[in-house]
T-cell receptor, first 116, second 112 residues
Framework: GAVVSQHPSWVICKSGTSVKIECRSLDFQATTMFWYRQFPKQSLMLMAT?????????EQGVEKDKFLINHASLTLSTLTVTSAHPEDSSFYIC????????????FGEGSWLTVV | DAKTTQPPSMDCAEGRAANLPCNHSTISGNEYVYWYRQIHSQGPQYIIHGLKNNETNEMASLIITEDRKSSTLILPHATLRDTAVYYC?????????????FGQGTRLTINP
């Protein structure tokens, strides 16, 4: 079964509104989670590293004020797309790793965002 | 930046072995090779990983060359459900989380 779960699986929102996507680690605690974005027919692009209890680390070119990341607990990270625009429509995926050396990184099922 | 190179696409007949190559010529001694696959509209699925020895699990086998500069993922008896994009990724062997950087992957098509 899934060890990392995302919600919602898909969401449609209007331009200018904000939408929140949740990423949960099941059965393990994750001090770090990662958020990716994927456009059709392209590879996954890392957006940011979510750190429990501290600020997220954003990759170059990713607007931190637009993509708000909160990692308030050891099993939950949220990504909020603020003031969404149609160009933000994409597949958003999170990942997490159970603690330990060389452990497998598990990915969530992904969340489809469509901004209309 | 991705540290691996893969062919953009491959075809394989159903029931045959699918061999997916990956070059990672700049890999360092503490980096693992990971393989994931992504079926359309789903999150990546873990397949297998290794450091220097060949590995096998219920899904696939991973063959890593002695110099560790390349590897091959083998799906022994490919089925139509194995059609997916396969990603080869190197990951540093350190404690704690390490981000994965994805390349373009190989789009594998299994033909009936």
């Amino acid at each position: 079964g899934a060890v990392v779960s995302q919600h919602p699986s898909w969401v449609i929102c209007k331009s200018g509104t904000s939408v929140k996507i949740e990423c949960r680690s099941l059965d393990f605690q994750a001090t770090t989670m990662f958020w990716y974005r994927q456009f059709p027919k392209q590879s996954l692009m890392l957006m940011a590293t979510s750190n429990e209890g501290s600020k997220a680390t954003y990759e170059q070119g990713v607007e931190k004020d637009k993509f708000l990341i909160n990692h308030a607990s050891l099993t939950l990270s949220t990504l909020t797309v603020t003031s969404a625009h149609p160009e933000d429509s994409s597949f958003y995926i999170c990942s997490a790793t159970p603690p330990g050396l060389g452990n497998t990184i598990y990915f969530g099922e992904g969340s489809w965002l469509t901004v209309v | 930046d991705a540290k691996t190179t893969q062919p953009p696409s491959m075809d394989c007949a159903e029931g045959r072995a699918a061999n997916l190559p990956c070059n990672h010529s700049t890999i360092s001694g503490n980096e693992y090779v990971y393989w994931y696959r992504q079926i359309h509209s789903q999150g990546p699925q873990y397949i297998i990983h290794g450091l220097k020895n060949n590995e096998t699990n219920e899904m696939a086998s991973l063959i890593i060359t002695e110099d560790r500069k390349s590897s091959t993922l083998i799906l022994p008896h490919a089925t139509l459900r194995d059609t997916a994009v396969y990603y080869c990724i190197v990951r540093t062997r350190i404690q704690g989380a390490q981000k994965l950087v994805f390349g373009q992957g190989t789009r594998l098509t299994i033909n009936p």
